[in-house]
């Protein structure tokens, strides 16, 4: 997960928040004392899903500085750029680890229509934040990688279960996206152009929706279909199990998810 922790750096200089508008910025990660930035060689709309399946590697390999601001002028500098600049129409897809995101994704992104980015790490951030209690006081504690995992893998759920008023769809599930493709696509274009973001995506473009599906959407990745056949998960123990069900109680997951 993106953290302050990623890089080595040496102070340069004190620059005006406003540099951080240029396109070749992005935020990088946050916590309870700063917002981090990351300087692009190449604008941040070049970045989609279709060339950089997962930002979180990219945002750290392609990193030319990093900036911080402190949280709480961040707050307020955010909501100031809001409020006087006008963004573009914005739909936030919330995904699970390994539930078909990047097919789904690619699925979306359409030139000249929409612009789709893959897993920028700032969510996972915020989202694992969220669940594991980071910014408050009553803060989960995993202590390995499966517990790690699990407040990952889920977050999404947990979220989408609290605040279900908030979404414009129910959830949608992998074998959805595979095996009802055109159904499952249509609604999914209905809903997001009937939001009040203000993009449209018509269904002229289902047709080539559906192509992602002829292409491993992680060609390339070290989880391409090559690369994941020989990959096993570890089998999990009691104890394991017994910190999982611990989790899921705080999370109010029911136990058909687990």
């Known amino acids: 997960m993106a953290k302050k922790e990623d890089f080595i750096s040496l102070f340069e200089s004190i620059e005006d928040m406003a540099c951080l508008l240029d396109e070749h910025w992005a935020i990088y990660s946050l916590d309870k004392e700063f917002a981090y930035f990351i ?3 190449n604008p941040v ?3 989609n899903i279709i060339n950089h399946q997962f930002l979180w590697q990219t945002y750290y390999e392609d990193a ?3 900036a911080k601001m402190p949280y ?3 707050l307020t500098w955010s909501k100031s750029i809001e409020k006087n600049k006008n963004p573009p129409p914005t739909v936030m897809i919330q995904t699970s680890a390994r539930s078909g995101s990047t097919l789904f994704g690619g699925m979306l992104h359409h030139e000249g229509y929409s612009v789709v980015y893959g897993e920028p790490p700032i969510f996972s951030v915020l989202v694992v934040g969220y669940v594991t209690k980071y910014w408050d ?3 989960l504690k995993p202590k390995n990688i499966k517990e790690y995992a699990f407040c990952f893998y889920m977050g999404p759920y947990v979220l989408y279960r609290k605040h279900q008023d908030l979404f414009d769809m129910p959830i949608i599930w992998y074998d959805q996206v595979v095996n009802n493709t055109e159904e499952t696509l249509a ?4 809903a997001i152009s009937q939001n009040k973001s203000g993009l449209e995506m018509p269904e ?3 047709e080539s929706a559906k192509s992602r599906l002829e292409v491993d959407s992680q060609q390339g990745t070290y989880i391409s279909r ?3 056949k020989n990959v096993y998960v570890t089998p999990k123990n009691e104890e394991n199990m017994k910190r999982i069900y611990e989790f899921a109680e705080i999370f109010e997951i029911p136990k058909e998810w687990l």
């Open 39 to 41: 300087l692009f060689p």
């Open 187 to 190: 609604s999914v274009f209905k």
């Open 72 to 74: 709480k002028r961040f």
């Open 137 to 139: 006081e009553k803060r």
């Open 64 to 66: 030319l500085k990093i």
């Open 226 to 228: 090559e690369k994941m």
């Open 204 to 206: 002229t473009l289902l």
């Open 45 to 47: 709309s070049s970045y």
